[in-house]
């Protein structure tokens, strides 16, 4: 239980650490809404950092997943921006949650489509809140452009998780022995 407790703590340390980096890299192509989605990464480890060959521990990797990306939502909304930012997180988190384990359990997606489902699900999710909040559907009109920041940046960070995860699995088989 400890050790799951302190695994957990690193990795939404560094979820927060991604968040306060992603706040100071100015990324901005004129479309209100584009980020890197660089704590994402931290999710994808965690889902896809496992082999598989454990369903206990697979089981134990989504919770975390999930445990660690609301938490890290829900303390970076409070240190770097304010309550609206988190109810649009909150609603792209979730939309590509579902995106990225639904991905992951049909096993035909590597990290990289994980990761893209992933950040289109997530720009999906928070169009639909900003629909809802700003009662307009014109809203939809940037989803073309947000599919595409989604999907170049998911598809950035699927081959970051990538290249992590031999690293991540070679870190579990040490601590197993």
Do not use: W
């Not at 100015?26 to 889902?47: A, D, R, W």
């Not at 307009?136 to 290249?163: N, S």
Request: aromatic share 12%; with cysteine; glycine share 10%.
């Amino acid at each position: 239980m400890m050790k799951k407790t302190v695994t957990l703590g690193f990795f939404l340390a560094l979820a927060l650490i991604l968040s306060y980096v992603e706040t100071l890299i100015p990324f901005s192509f004129g479309i209100p809404g584009i980020k890197l989605g660089l704590p994402n990464l931290i999710v994808v480890l965690l889902l896809c950092g496992n082999n598989g060959r454990d369903s206990s521990t697979y089981y134990e990797n989504i919770m975390a997943a999930l445990e660690v990306n609301v938490l890290r939502i829900v303390l970076s909304g409070f240190l770097f921006s304010n309550l609206y930012a988190i109810l649009y997180a909150l609603a792209g988190t979730m939309a590509s949650f579902a995106a990225m384990l639904a991905g992951r359990r049909m096993g035909c997606f590597s990290a990289v489509g994980v990761s893209v489902l992933g950040g289109v699900f997530h720009n999906i999710g928070q169009v639909l809140v900003a629909m809802f909040v700003v009662e307009t559907v014109y809203v939809a009109y940037y989803v073309p452009f947000l599919i595409v920041a989604g999907t170049v940046t998911g598809a950035v960070l699927g081959f970051a998780a990538m290249k992590l995860i031999p690293y991540l699995r070679r870190h579990e088989a040490d601590r197993a022995l």
